[in-house]
């Protein structure tokens, strides 16, 4: 079976940290570049960074700009998100997303089911 599979999620404190991972299922992740979305209750999905498929370009949204890191390791087939420095703006369910080509581009051929990440005192 072809899928995306995030983990990691949870209930964190402001300032807080939690890595987030995206596992592969059935194809080669090293083969695609790699989105995080998120989406808090009642807004629309944003994107929060890319990764190239080699890793070799990485960007990100403003908002977390300093705060996350995305990385990627081609042999365990993951991506991972590094959050630091958690706000509460940042509560949502995280997803990823990947996209058969260098860069996020296009369409994407997989997406994830989604994990919550709620940063709450």
């Known amino acids: 079976q072809l899928q995306l599979v995030e983990s990691g999620g949870g209930l964190v404190q402001p300032g807080g940290s939690l890595r987030l991972s995206c596992a592969a299922s059935?194809?080669?992740?090293?083969?695609?570049?790699i989105r995080w979305f998120r989406q808090a209750p009642g807004k629309d999905p944003e994107g929060v960074s890319c990764?190239?498929?080699?890793?070799?370009?990485?960007n990100y949204a403003d908002s977390v700009k300093g705060r996350f890191t995305i990385s990627r390791d081609n042999a365990k087939n993951t991506v991972y998100l590094q959050m630091s420095n958690l706000e509460p703006e940042d509560t949502a369910i995280y997803y990823c997303?990947?996209?058969?080509?260098?860069?996020?581009?296009?369409?994407?051929?997989?997406w994830g089911q989604g994990t919550q990440v709620t940063v709450s005192s």
């Open positions: 997303a990947a996209y058969r080509s260098i860069t996020c581009l296009g369409p994407y051929d997989y």
């Open positions: 990764i190239s498929s080699r890793g070799g370009s990485t």
């Open positions: 059935g194809f080669t992740l090293a083969n695609y570049a």
